[in-house]
C-alpha cells in the first residue's frame, strides 16, 4: 500500500467539507515574490478524484472534524466510524477492537501506528488501550486499511493496519482548554498552546487527564472501577529549508485502571467485588526528518524510543524499552514507475515479571528485528492501469525470515469509477506468551471443581499464515457522493491452537489447571466485505453509512484437538452498521447522531443490539463551543464483549451523558 | 501580525467548517506562480513582443480563480495575460502554455507540437519535467514546489535565470531521478 495514496482520500473529502466559503486574501498573490509565495500553503490540494480513484485496496479516513462531530471521547471510540472494524468496549478501561474478524482483546492480526510509532504489543498482541492516547483535539486524520498491510508495515499487520495521525505543530497554533463532565466521563480536562520559535519551526505542548467510571455489572450493580490518567507531552515541527521538514515529539503518561473482578473465594451467586488497580507508565520520543530530493524522489527518516511499564500485579509486570529506526526512500524509475525502497531495525529489551496469571520464561528479553522493503508502482495505459507489486522481508527473533509480498491493480473505468483487486500474504509472529509463557485463559466448572485453563507456550510455534485476495469497485458519480464496496477472502494457514494437555494439580493451591498447548494446527477462511457511501447533502447536511459482513470459518488439521481457538467463530460479529449525520443547524448550532447496529457474538452469549450517540455543539462565542453528548442511548445498558478475567463479572455499558466546554485562545 | 490572529485563523476552521481562511486557494496560487515565473526567463527575440500571455489549458477550471487574482487591478498594471487553450496550435502565440492536465498524452502533444517553438511549457502532470516540460508543479504538505528541465527550456531557445533554478528542484529529461545533491 502506498502511504500518499490514503492522504489522498482525506484530503479529497476534507475538501469537500470546506469547498464554501473559503476566504480569498485581499492583496493580489502575484504581487508577492516567488519565496513568498513558496511559504503559502493552498486550502486542500484540489485533487482531482483520481486519488481516491487510485487507491488499489479498502482504505478510509476518520477526519478531527469527524472525531468532533461523533462525541468520541477515546480513540477506539473513533475506529467504530470505519467501516470493517469491530469495537466492543470490554469494561471502563478496555476494549476490543478488531478488522474483518477474530475479535478480541487482544485481537492478533491488526497493526496500530500512532505517529508511525507501533502501539502493537509483542506481549500479547492487540493494543493496550488504556494507555495509548493522544489529545483528540490534535488528530490530523486515522487512516484505516483493511486487508494485510505487511508488505509496507511488517509483520502483523494482517487483517488491516490503522495509522493514528496527529497535525503538526504548525496547524495547532494557539491554545485550547476543554473540560467537562458526566456519568461515564466523570471528568476530564486538557489543555494545549502551540507558538512558533522563529518562522520556520513551531512547537506545541499539552497535558490531558480524566477520570472514567460508571461501568455496571450483569445485575446492573456499580462496579465501582474508576481509571484514572493522565499524560503531557510536546511536538516541534521544522521546515528549515524549502525541501526539508522535520518533527520531534514526546509523551510522558500515568495510567491507573482499576478492574472490577469477583474474589476467587467468593461463593457461587455472590455479589462481592474486588477491586485491582494497575499502574502503568509509559513516555515515547519519535523524530521524522523527510528531504525532498525532486518531485519524484523523498527520503523518509524515522526514529522513535518507546517505554513501558505495565504493572498489572499480581498477575503480571510488563517493562520494556523499544528503539527504532527507518529509512525510506521514493524515487521515479522510468516514466512510469516509482519505486520506493526501505530499510528498518527494531530492538526491544523486556524485563518482564510473571504474575499470577500470566509467566514469561525468561522473563527479561532482548529482541532484534531486521526489515527491508521493495515497492514499485506501475502507470500503464495512459496512467488508466495501476500496478503495485512490493514485498517486506524481515528477520524475526523466533521465526526467522519472513516474506510477505502483494500484488495490487487498480483500473480506472471511467473518470469517476474504477475498479481494484489485490493478492497479498502476511503473517503473524508469536507473541511472547505464545512462545515462551503462559496465561490463564479461562476458568471452567467441572463437576463443581474450578479447572484453570492455562495456554502453554511453545517455540515450536511458527507464524501464523494469510494469503488474502481482495477486490473493490469505487464511484464518485457525484462531487459530493462516495460509494464503495470492498470484498475479501483471507485464507488462513498454520493459526494458533490451543492443543489440551494434562490436567494436573498445583501443589501450592490444590487447584485443577489444564494445560493448552500453544501449536499452529488450525487453519480456516474468512470472508465478508464492506459498503460505504459518503454523501455531503448540502453545506450544512452530510451522511457517512457503513455495512460490514464478516464470517469465519476454521477447523483443526494435522490431528489438531483445540477447541478454544475455534471459538473465535463466534466471537466476531457477522453484519455490523453505522449510520452518521452531522447536521448545522444556524451557524452557531450543530446537531450529530449515529446509530450503529451490532452482530450478536453467539460464542460468548453476547446479544446483538443497537445503539445511538447523539451530540448537540454550540458555538456560543466566537472562543467557546459548549456540547453535550448522549452515549449508547438506546437502551438503558447492554454487554459488548465478555472477558474471563473478571472471574464472573460480566460489565455492562449503561446510557451516559457529558458537558463540554471548549475554549479556544 | 498580532498574536492572536493565527489562532482565530486556525479556529475559524471550527467555528464554520466551511472555511478556512489561512489558507490560500490552490488554483489561484499558480496563477500567481506562472505570472512570476516571466520574470526569471529571457524569450529569444523571435517570440511575441508585449504582455506575457499565458496560455492555460483547460481554462474553465481556472476561471475564477484567475478572476478572482485579477479583480481590481487595472487592466495596464496586470504583468501577465492569462487566455485559454484549445489546442497546440493555439499555444504557439503564447509565452508560456500551462498544460493543466494529469493526462501524460495531452502534455505529449504540446510538447511534440510546440518542439524548437519559445514557448515555456508548464505543467502538472506526475513527473512533467522529467517528460519534457520545463517547469512542472507538485505540491509538498500544503505547499506548491516545481521542478524544473533547464535542457528542455534550452532546446526552446529560453534561458531561466539562476535564481529561479535555486528556487525550484533542477531534474533531468529522460529515465531516472537527478542524483541527490
Known amino acids: 500500500m502506498h502511504r500518499k495514496r490514503i492522504v489522498g482520500i482525506g484530503l479529497l473529502v476534507a475538501g469537500w467539507m470546506s469547498t464554501a466559503g473559503a476566504e480569498e486574501p485581499a492583496a493580489p498573490l502575484h504581487q508577492s515574490t516567488l519565496e513568498e509565495l513558496m511559504r503559502m500553503e493552498i486550502t486542500t490540494p484540489s485533487k482531482r478524484p483520481e486519488e481516491l480513484l487510485n487507491t488499489p485496496a479498502a482504505a478510509y479516513v476518520i477526519t478531527g472534524e469527524d472525531i468532533r462531530r461523533s462525541g468520541v471521547t477515546s480513540i477506539p471510540d473513533a475506529l467504530r466510524m470505519a467501516p470493517g472494524v469491530t469495537v466492543s468496549r470490554i469494561d471502563v478501561s478496555r476494549w476490543a477492537v478488531s478488522m474483518r474478524g477474530f475479535h478480541g482483546q487482544y485481537a492478533k492480526h491488526l497493526l496500530v501506528m500512532i505517529d508511525g510509532r507501533s502501539v502493537y504489543t509483542p506481549l500479547f498482541s492487540g493494543v493496550t488501550w488504556d494507555m495509548q492516547d493522544v489529545m483528540l483535539e490534535d488528530i490530523d486524520r486515522i487512516e484505516v486499511v483493511r486487508g494485510p498491510g505487511a508488505s509496507t508495515w511488517g509483520a502483523n499487520a494482517v487483517n488491516g493496519v490503522i495509522n493514528i495521525i496527529t497535525k503538526s505543530a504548525k496547524e495547532t497554533q494557539g491554545g485550547v482548554v476543554t473540560a467537562g463532565g458526566g456519568t461515564i466521563e466523570e471528568a476530564f480536562g486538557g489543555a494545549r498552546y502551540g507558538g512558533a520559535i522563529n518562522e520556520n519551526t513551531f512547537y506545541r505542548v499539552y497535558v490531558k487527564a480524566f477520570e472514567r467510571g460508571g461501568f455496571v455489572d450483569q445485575n446492573g450493580n456499580d462496579t465501582d472501577a474508576t481509571w484514572e490518567s493522565v499524560r503531557g507531552g510536546f511536538r516541534l515541527d521544522g521546515e528549515p529549508t524549502a525541501w526539508d521538514t522535520w518533527s520531534l515529539q514526546g509523551d510522558v503518561y500515568n495510567s491507573e485502571p482499576e478492574i472490577a473482578a469477583r474474589p476467587a473465594n467468593a461463593p457461587p451467586g455472590s455479589d462481592a467485588i474486588q477491586l485491582q488497580e494497575a499502574d502503568n507508565i509509559g513516555a515515547s520520543l519519535v523524530g521524522s526528518w523527510n528531504h525532498i530530493f525532486t518531485d519524484t524522489s523523498t527520503l523518509r527518516l524515522r526514529s522513535y524510543y518507546d517505554y513501558i511499564d505495565r504493572d498489572v500485579s499480581p498477575s503480571f509486570k510488563e517493562q520494556r524499552d523499544t528503539f527504532d529506526f527507518d529509512a525510506q526512500h521514493e524515487f521515479a524509475l522510468t516514466d512510469n514507475q516509482q519505486f520506493v525502497y526501505g530499510a528498518g531495525y527494531r530492538f526491544a529489551r523486556e524485563n518482564n515479571e510473571s504474575g499470577r496469571f500470566v509467566t514469561f520464561n525468561p522473563e527479561d528479553r532482548d529482541l532484534h528485528l531486521y526489515s527491508l522493503f521493495v515497492q514499485d508502482n506501475i502507470s500503464l495505459l495512459d496512467d488508466r492501469l495501476t500496478l503495485t507489486v512490493g514485498s517486506k522481508f524481515e528477520h524475526h527473533e523466533f521465526t526467522g525470515w519472513e516474506t510477505q509480498p502483494d500484488a495490487r491493480a487498480v483500473y480506472k473505468l471511467t473518470e469517476n469509477q474504477s475498479v481494484w483487486a489485490s493478492v497479498a500474504r502476511a503473517v503473524r509472529i508469536p507473541t511472547r506468551v505464545e512462545y515462551e509463557g503462559s496465561y490463564l485463559l479461562d476458568i471452567d466448572v467441572e463437576n463443581g471443581k474450578p479447572v484453570f485453563l492455562t495456554i502453554v507456550g511453545d517455540d515450536d510455534q511458527v507464524s501464523e499464515e494469510l494469503i488474502a485476495y481482495e477486490t473493490g469497485y469505487r464511484a464518485i458519480p457525484l462531487e459530493t457522493l462516495t460509494l464503495e464496496l470492498a470484498l475479501f477472502y483471507y485464507d488462513y494457514d498454520k493459526l494458533v491452537s490451543a492443543e489440551p494437555g494434562q490436567d494436573r494439580v498445583n501443589p501450592a493451591t490444590g487447584q485443577i489447571v489444564r494445560p493448552l498447548v500453544a501449536s499452529n494446527k488450525n487453519e480456516g477462511e474468512s470472508y465478508g466485505g464492506e459498503v460505504s457511501a459518503n454523501w455531503i447533502a448540502t453545506d450544512w447536511l452530510s451522511f457517512q453509512t457503513a455495512y460490514s459482513l464478516a464470517q469465519l470459518d476454521l477447523r483443526n488439521t494435522d490431528g489438531g484437538r483445540d477447541t478454544v481457538a475455534l471459538l473465535n467463530e463466534g466471537k466476531t460479529p457477522e453484519h455490523q452498521v453505522s449510520l452518521r449525520s452531522m447536521f448545522q443547524v444556524t451557524r452557531t448550532v450543530e446537531f450529530d447522531l449515529w446509530v450503529r447496529y451490532i452482530d450478536d457474538l453467539s460464542a460468548l452469549d453476547v446479544p446483538s443490539y443497537w445503539t445511538a450517540d447523539a451530540r448537540v455543539g454550540w458555538m456560543a462565542r466566537k472562543d467557546l463551543e459548549l456540547a453535550v453528548v448522549g452515549q449508547n442511548l438506546i437502551d438503558d445498558r447492554h454487554s459488548e464483549f465478555k472477558a474471563a478475567f473478571f472471574n464472573g463479572i460480566e460489565p455492562e455499558v449503561e446510557r451516559s451523558v457529558y458537558a463540554k466546554a471548549t475554549w479556544f485562545f | ?181
Open chain 2, 1 to 181: 501580525m498580532r498574536w492572536w490572529v493565527p489562532l482565530a485563523l486556525v479556529f475559524s476552521q471550527w467555528l464554520a467548517p466551511t472555511s478556512l481562511a489561512n489558507r490560500t486557494d490552490e488554483y489561484r496560487l499558480k496563477t500567481a506562480y506562472l505570472c512570476r515565473f516571466a520574470e526569471f526567463v529571457s524569450w529569444p527575440a523571435s517570440a511575441p513582443t508585449g504582455t506575457i500571455t499565458i496560455g492555460v489549458v483547460q481554462f474553465d477550471s481556472y476561471r475564477a480563480a484567475v478572476d478572482a487574482e485579477f479583480a481590481g487591478v487595472a487592466p495596464e498594471h496586470r504583468p501577465c495575460r492569462l487566455i485559454p487553450v484549445d489546442s497546440p496550435a493555439d499555444a504557439r502565440g503564447c509565452h508560456i502554455v500551462f498544460v493543466n492536465t494529469a493526462d501524460r498524452a495531452v502534455l505529449a502533444d504540446y510538447l511534440a507540437s510546440l518542439r524548437g517553438q519559445p514557448v515555456l511549457v508548464v505543467t502538472d502532470v506526475r513527473s512533467g519535467a522529467r517528460l519534457g516540460a520545463a517547469i512542472n508543479f507538485f505540491t509538498v504538505d500544503g505547499k506548491i514546489r516545481f521542478a524544473i528541465n533547464q535542457e528542455a527550456a534550452e532546446e526552446a531557445g529560453l534561458s531561466i535565470s539562476s535564481r529561479l533554478l535555486r528556487l525550484g528542484r533542477v531534474v533531468k529529461g529522460g529515465s531516472t531521478d537527478e542524483e541527490p545533491p
